[in-house]
């Protein structure tokens, strides 16, 4: 991060500083050496700077600071969704470790009783989403007469008409002499004039006027008619690290897993319909890179922070500009790269126009990759993993196979085998994946093997419909398909087989069978 002169000029005691150490943070980042005296004054304030520029510890550093040693609840911190209440307590405990604050996240699906349990140990800090606060309020198993510091994190989404009343209710009940602080990496006027209600002359601090994205995030997007395809493309040609896909509903997110997982991809989701239990498991997976890939509603849009993601990609465009920019700051944090992929279909387009036009940025226009592109990584990447094996030396194992064959053959012609046969078990994953675009006949036609002789239970000509209607197949094609109904061949372009592939994978029938093949040149 940026110049910004150091910690140690900020006044701060001396069990902070260590704690502040010990993270790693050698500097402020331009929001927390703005906002650290002005909160450690007791002034009210808001807050604004781009995704993953330190604001949690921005509150989080004078807060502590400010905490006197009694066992009672003296601060509030106000967030969205569960799983970033874990993390920021995780982030505010490290800060607070060797004053010895004692932390605790208070969240809905948790068991209560082993909250009211921890409540009852003495807790300084909490941080609550709203609904599971006022249930403990309403039990009487939190009491807020001692809260002198208030945080509202990610606050125009807290402010905002899903969770303003609750808010309400439970500032009500905290004294109006209080320090009051609202963060977020987007501000909308409407939400500034609104939070004016609960605050004493804020003091505003901005730090990313121009920008509200990260700059050093690469935007760019596809237009893609067939989005699952184009997907599947962009993961084999483009993926390095972790990447979290966005989706719009939670059913669109267990489809989409769903679908990768079929096709070999490590991916699992994340929505509010999962249970507390499933949420926290796949999200410990995530973080600690056993997953490759989270699908998630806008449950994981907000305030996460996860070391290796590389990649963020909206397979749903969002709904407004603010959730894009908070989808697309799960990477690119901490003077990170990163890039943001977004898909949409050609009425979308006003859109991602629009997006550009209030975030202030540009996304650019990018080709899906080719199947040249994908062959490519892959063969990049055999040849990293081979290199790899070489250079860790753990093959030794398999020198009296090549010893053997070595009597027969070249070594060059053994190595180049055995890669394919690598090769050949590395394409299982993505094989399955319509993607023979370049793979068609002299004039663009594939032959189509469709086998709906064993599929059970089902009419083979019903299949045939549901998958001709699913795919678009004009008409006449679907009359030519019936026709043959065991067993036949069709030679169609590449993008009606295309089309039928991607039918075909989203509905897994048993024992029905497509296979493409180039047709061949017409005489
Ligand atoms: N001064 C610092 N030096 C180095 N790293 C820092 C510093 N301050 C914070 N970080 C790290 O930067 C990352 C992002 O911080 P944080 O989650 O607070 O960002 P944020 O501004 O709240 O982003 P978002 O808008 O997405 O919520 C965290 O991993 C945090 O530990
Ligand atoms: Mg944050």
Redesign the pocket.
């Known amino acids: 991060m940026k110049e910004q002169g150091f910690f140690g000029e900020l006044q701060l005691s001396k069990k902070i500083l260590s704690a502040i150490t010990d993270m790693g943070f050698e500097e402020p980042s331009p929001i927390q050496s703005k906002t650290i005296p002005v909160a450690l004054e007791g002034k009210d304030l808001i807050g604004q700077a781009q995704t993953g520029t330190g604001?949690?510890a921005a509150f989080g550093i004078p807060m502590m600071e400010r905490l006197v040693d009694s066992r009672h609840i003296q601060a509030l911190v106000l967030t969205p969704t569960r799983e970033l209440a874990i993390q920021v307590a995780e982030e505010l405990a490290k800060i607070g470790k060797f004053k010895k604050v004692k932390v605790l996240p208070i969240y809905g699906g948790q068991p209560i009783e082993r909250q009211i349990r921890a409540l009852k140990l003495g807790v300084q800090v909490i941080i609550g989403t709203p609904g599971r606060l006022l249930d403990h309020m309403r039990r009487k198993t939190i009491r807020l007469d001692f809260v002198n510091q208030v945080i509202i994190?990610?606050a125009d989404e807290m402010l905002d008409m899903g969770f303003i009343e609750d808010v309400e209710n439970i500032l009500e009940n905290i004294s109006t002499d209080r320090q009051t602080m609202l963060?977020s990496a987007t501000m909308p006027k409407e939400i500034l004039a609104l939070s004016e209600k609960y605050m004493k002359d804020p003091v505003s601090i901005t730090t990313s006027k121009e920008q509200i994205t990260v700059p050093l995030i690469d935007q760019v997007y596809y237009e893609s008619r067939d989005k699952l395809d184009g997907l599947c493309r962009v993961l084999d040609a483009e993926t390095t690290g972790q990447c979290i896909i966005f989706g719009r509903t939670k059913k669109g997110v267990n489809d989409l897993t769903a679908s990768l997982q079929a096709r070999g991809y490590m991916a699992d989701g994340l929505h509010g319909d999962l249970s507390q239990s499933q949420r926290d498991r796949v999200m410990k997976k995530f973080r600690d890179g056993d997953l490759e890939i989270l699908v998630a509603t806008d449950v994981a849009a907000r305030?996460l922070d996860i070391e290796h993601i590389t990649h963020v990609i909206n397979y749903d465009i969002p709904q407004d500009p603010e959730s894009y920019v908070h989808r697309i700051g799960r990477t690119g944090r901490a003077g990170k790269r990163g890039v943001a992929i977004t898909f949409i279909e050609p009425r979308e387009f006003r859109q991602l126009k629009l997006i550009e036009k209030i975030v202030k940025t540009r996304i650019l226009r990018k080709q899906l990759p080719t199947l040249t592109d994908i062959m490519e990584r892959r063969r990049d990447l055999i040849k990293n993993q081979v290199m790899q094996t070489i250079e860790q030396g753990s093959y030794t194992d398999y020198h009296t196979i090549v010893a053997d064959i070595a009597n027969y053959h070249d070594p060059l012609d053994i190595a180049a085998a055995a890669l394919k046969l690598f090769q050949e078990g590395f394409r299982e994953k993505t094989e399955e994946k319509p993607m023979f675009s370049q793979t068609g006949g002299a004039d663009g036609m594939v032959r189509l093997f469709m086998n709906v002789g064993r599929a059970q239970n089902i009419r083979p000509d019903d299949i045939v419909r549901t998958v001709a209607e699913e795919a678009g197949i004009p008409g006449n094609i679907i009359g030519l398909i019936n026709i043959y109904d065991k067993f036949t061949f069709l030679e169609v372009p590449v993008d009606v087989a295309e089309r039928v592939l991607t039918v075909m994978h989203r509905n897994t029938i048993k024992g029905f069978k497509v296979n493409v093949e180039p047709a061949k040149a017409r005489q």
């Open positions: 604001k949690t994190d990610e963060f305030g």
